[in-house]
């Protein structure tokens, strides 16, 4: 049984999926670079570059966007223009957009640009396929362009017929703001993504799901009712709690960063990130159970390839990952490890692609990118030895100083608190986050004052009730 448990900050909201003790699915959306893939825009065309037939869009962010023509696609600048996002900022560049518009529902994904009926790639039982394709042919009288989604196995020609409507109604709903006004504008934005899991996870595997925070529960009440009302009765709100720490969340987060990874057999693996790309090492370590060293370095690349597949997807890496397994010499070993680790990436959200693996049994694998890993928002570079994402960031640091206020507003009287803080922090936060720790201020009403101190460690705090309070 699966259990999702949603911790709700002024940085940022996080979802974490668990089941046995696992962590099986992380997310965060950084309040401070909020999620915009699947987001509608009406844009305004600044610069058209005929040479590569493409243009810049001005959609109300900091950068302009990036916009892929088709040949015969006549645009001009100064045009209005209805995008989505499909890749967001990243570093100096801009998002990425299209225009060919598409609204995912629970069952289906309405694309109304076209007239085609797709089925996602890993629905493989064949009659379930067939099912699905008569179903929708009875439901999409109007010749809709769809694609039937992997959750739809098992659904209703109601439950279909219910996704239309809805999907419907939203685009006219996003075309009637389109046409009203001038200039950039937000038309459509994207669910958080725990609100997202939740639309296209939901089930009877789901045993509860936690939140800490009264606005959350409602959003999640909302979509429940909307799914089904029988799941309302999982939802359980722990407000103002540190939701992590009672179910034991904090400390799988934290392994998220280890670059050693222990496998169940005694081998290991290191992730290293680097600007450019990640390398993951396999080695063989501690195991030493098979008589022959191929059959260790067999087995040892083959859980190794699995739980690879896993990290890559939990802690979000993304871009070109270079992996050195083991050197085989065994063909029939070598395809038999790329198959393990091919099946462990196809249930991977994101797009993975394997290119193979060179004789020095080096396997390069481009995940797609859509939005900065987990380590931009838990980890910074250190000045002091220019060594990358080796201290906890100072999100890292504002997050735990909220949960100390929670917990006093929660279990003290005091509402007068002194926070103490590395002189680093100290320094970025009065520069850069002055207004979230006034947010928090407002938000436990208690009044926080925040502290340099040489003496303390990077990523800790130190608490001082005043007692005037």
Known sequence: MKSIIIETLTTSQKTAVTSDNKLLDFFIDDNDCEKKVSNIYRGVVKKVLNGIDACFVDIGLEKLAYLQLDNDTEIKSGSDVLVQVNKEEVGTKGAKL??????????????????????????????????????????????????????????????????ICELKYKYSEILKEYKLGIGPKLLYKSESSAVKYINDNLSEEIEKIVTDNADTYEEIKAKLKSIDKKFIEKLVLEEDENVFELHRVDDKINKLFDKKVWLKSGGYIIVDRTEAMTVVDVNTGKFTKSAKLSDTILKTNLEAASEIAYQLRIRDISGIVVIDFIDMKSSKEKHEVLRVLDESLKNDRRKSEVLGMTRLGLV???????????????????????????????????????????????HTVYRDVSVEINSSVFRVITEEYLNIIENISKKYSIKITVLENHKIDHENIHLVFNKNS
């Open 364 to 410: 390069e694998v481009a995940r797609r990118r859509e939005k900065s890993s987990i380590d931009s928002f838990y980890l910074m570079d250190c000045e002091t030895c220019n060594s990358s994402n080796s201290l906890k960031s100072v999100k890292y640091v504002i997050d735990k100083i909220e949960r100390e206020i929670r917990r006093t507003k929660k």
């Open 98 to 163: 299209n225009l060919e518009i598409s609204i995912a529902g629970r069952y289906l994904v309405y694309i109304p640009a076209n007239t085609r009926v797709t089925m996602s790639s890993k629905i493989r039982d064949e009659k379930e396929i067939v099912r699905l394709k008569k179903l929708v042919k009875e439901t999409n009288v109007e010749n809709l362009g769809l694609i039937i989604r992997t959750e739809a196995q098992g659904c209703t020609i109601e439950d279909l017929q219910k996704d």
